[in-house]
């Protein structure tokens, strides 16, 4: 039995990881302007106007969409930038833009209404009543669901709604609620919703003390390992901390999200689009992560097995989760 492949979305943090993403066979790229205007608001990464009007002519040569995300939500008295963004972004040829903020709904569904809108999972929408609700007041065409949901849950939302859904199966791993962080907020003054930045490089401090390699973030240890151990990256919700007497992760172990093997199980959820994590990482991860995930897709559309996920070498820690898929968290 064979059917429609699952639309492959995928990251481009620079010009050249969209060549290489669209190279190695992505349905879809997503990615921001070089501004606050996206979640992923870092030095060197992002894209100028005209990068982004070169990036969609390179995507739909080759077949492929592009996507915009404008999906932190505006400062009082800046919604300009926000507004421009989305303007922008229907003038240079985006299949569509990705939105959390309400007002920004409003705006692009009043004033750009023949530009799709899918809703970011910075909206955190998590049951049919919401999703329904910014399908039926915003024109919203497609929901990204947050990292918190199992596979039932999944199913049993897409019973519920009349939009497609799209779903995280690589990348890094959010444990909060989406954009929401106020442990990352309070440690640098800079928020993912608001600045689009979560554990910004520039708070982050490496030391060697007594032996050991300490990581901070703002005034925080994160964490405290051999010399020659590896250090994870210090964000607060995949730290060792000391609770209730004993040391550990509290929240989550600083692992990398990978449910290729459940690929056939969010088919038949009714999945419509799956989603890589990694504007922040290199060209050659993307292309690696793609090219795994299309040959998956391809085998399951085809009625074949898919193969054994090889991205081991590409998470954190060289260590991968299924997360909330199954409802593993702590």
């Known amino acids: 039995m064979t059917g429609p492949a699952l639309e492959l979305v995928c990251p481009a943090g620079t010009p050249a990881s969209l060549r290489a993403a669209v190279d190695a066979g992505a349905h879809t790229v997503y990615c921001g302007f070089a501004d606050e205007t996206n979640a992923r608001n870092f030095p060197g990464?992002?894209?100028?106007?005209?990068?982004?009007?070169a990036g969609v002519?390179?995507?739909?040569?080759?077949g492929a969409k592009l996507l915009v995300a404008i999906n932190t939500?505006?400062?009082?008295g800046a919604e300009a930038l926000w507004h421009r963004a989305v303007a922008d972004a229907g003038a240079a040829g985006a299949d569509a833009v990705i939105l959390a903020d309400l007002g920004l709904l409003a705006h692009a569904a009043e004033r750009h209404p023949g530009l799709r809108r899918h809703l970011s999972v910075q909206a955190a929408a998590a049951n049919p009543d919401a999703i329904n609700f910014y399908a039926e007041s915003f024109g919203?065409?497609?929901?990204v669901l947050p990292r918190v949901l199992s596979v039932e849950e999944i199913t049993a939302i897409n019973r519920d709604i009349e939009v497609e859904t799209e779903v995280f199966v690589f990348g890094g791993l959010c444990v909060m609620a989406e954009g929401r962080c106020s442990l990352?907020?309070?440690?640098?003054?800079?928020?993912?919703n608001m600045h689009g930045v979560c554990s910004p490089a520039s708070h982050v401090v490496y030391a060697e003390e007594r032996g050991e390699l300490v990581s901070r973030l703002g005034e925080f240890t994160i964490h405290r390992v051999g010399r020659d151990?590896?250090?994870?990256?210090?964000?607060?919700?995949k730290g060792?901390?000391?609770?209730?007497?004993?040391?550990?992760?509290?929240?989550?172990?600083p692992i990398s999200l990978d449910a290729a093997e459940l690929i056939p199980r969010l088919a038949k959820a009714g999945?419509?689009?799956?989603k890589i994590e990694g504007r922040q990482r290199s060209r050659a991860y993307v292309a690696a992560v793609v090219k795994s995930f299309r040959r998956a897709t391809d085998a399951i559309a085809a009625g074949r097995p898919a193969p054994a996920s090889d991205l081991a070498y590409l998470t954190e820690g060289q260590t991968s989760t299924v997360g909330a898929y199954r409802k593993t968290w702590r």
């Open 184 to 192: 990352s907020s309070y440690a640098t003054g800079r928020s993912p």
């Open 229 to 237: 151990a590896p250090a994870p990256y210090p964000t607060l919700c």
């Open 45 to 53: 990464l992002n894209f100028s106007r005209d990068e982004l009007a």
């Open 73 to 76: 939500f505006p400062r009082a």
């Open 140 to 143: 919203v065409k497609r929901v």
């Open 240 to 253: 060792c901390f000391m609770a209730g007497g004993q040391t550990g992760h509290v929240f989550e172990d």
């Open 271 to 274: 999945v419509t689009a799956l």
């Open 57 to 62: 002519a390179y995507a739909h040569r080759a």
